[in-house]
């Protein structure tokens, strides 16, 4: 089955916000984002909520509930008490954990699962016992063990940050090294009976690389570099484009 696209909005939050007005708008670019065969919509609400809200998260809800009953709303963030009430109360189909810390600009490392994994297990409980699935977020280093901790907090899923992969778009040697160390750390975890997503710095030119090395690839969320394109190409064409880079008929 081919990979499915979620398209992070947080960036088009954070270009409405420099202004105290309602535009670009979230829910109408998310909406077109779905009318293009994108799978789902991913959103960070940070503590500071610098890009996408609090109040943003039930409009987006009920746009996938009353237009798009077949997509997915994913929610990532640090599994604080607050960002759980969140979730408890949008009720995503997916809640993807980052460790990261409030002040950070954008997640850029998976947890260390090793000094995590029984703080996770009882959070994992609880979203899991809310009707969510679970992804936790993960380096792609091929480190076998820690897919073995993440499965053993009951997560769902893990996340691929390929940040890393995704920062080699002038070093395509160095890039072959972090796709085989992502492959093999997919590989681990679908062996585990895991599902692997991916996601970090995800572009037209470096996904087919990665869907082709990890062909059981469940879901990609990307953000950054599909709104960059969509200022060339719009946010319809820029999603069959990612679409296509991921494996889809369009």
């Not at 109408?28 to 943003?56: K, M």
């Not at 189909?93 to 490392?109: I, K, M, R």
């Not at 796709?179 to 995800?202: Q, S």
């Not at 953000?223 to 064409?237: F, K």
Request: glycine content about 10%; hydrophobic content about 40%.
């Amino acid at each position: 089955m081919p990979t499915k696209l979620s398209v992070n909005i947080n960036a088009i939050a954070m270009l409405r916000n420099r202004r105290d007005l309602p535009w670009p708008s979230v829910e109408g670019l998310g909406r077109i984002a779905l009318q293009a065969g994108a799978a789902g919509l991913t959103v960070h609400p940070r503590p500071d909520q610098r890009h996408i809200r609090f109040s943003d998260l039930p409009v987006i809800r009920a746009l996938i509930d009353d237009e798009f009953p077949d997509a997915e709303f994913n929610i990532e963030g640090y599994p604080s008490e607050e960002f759980l009430a969140l979730c408890e109360a949008a009720q995503p189909e997916q809640v993807t954990l980052v460790p990261d810390d409030p002040t950070q600009a954008t997640s850029d490392h998976g947890f260390d699962f090793r000094a995590t994994g029984e703080m996770l297990k009882p959070i994992v409980a609880r979203l899991k016992k809310g009707g969510m699935r679970v992804s936790l977020f993960a380096d792609g280093d091929g480190d076998v063990e820690a897919v073995k901790l993440a499965r053993a907090t009951g997560a769902d899923r893990i996340e691929l940050y390929t940040g890393p992969y995704g920062g080699c778009f002038d070093n395509p040697e160095h890039g072959s090294e972090l796709l085989d160390r992502l492959g093999r750390t997919a590989d681990a975890a679908l062996a585990e009976g895991l599902d692997v997503n991916a996601g970090h710095d995800l572009t037209v030119a470096n996904l087919p690389a990665l869907v082709k090395r990890i062909p059981g690839l469940a879901e990609v969320s990307i953000g950054h570099g599909l709104t960059a394109d969509a200022l060339e190409y719009g946010m319809a064409e820029t999603v069959r484009r990612f679409r296509r880079a991921c494996g889809q008929t369009v």
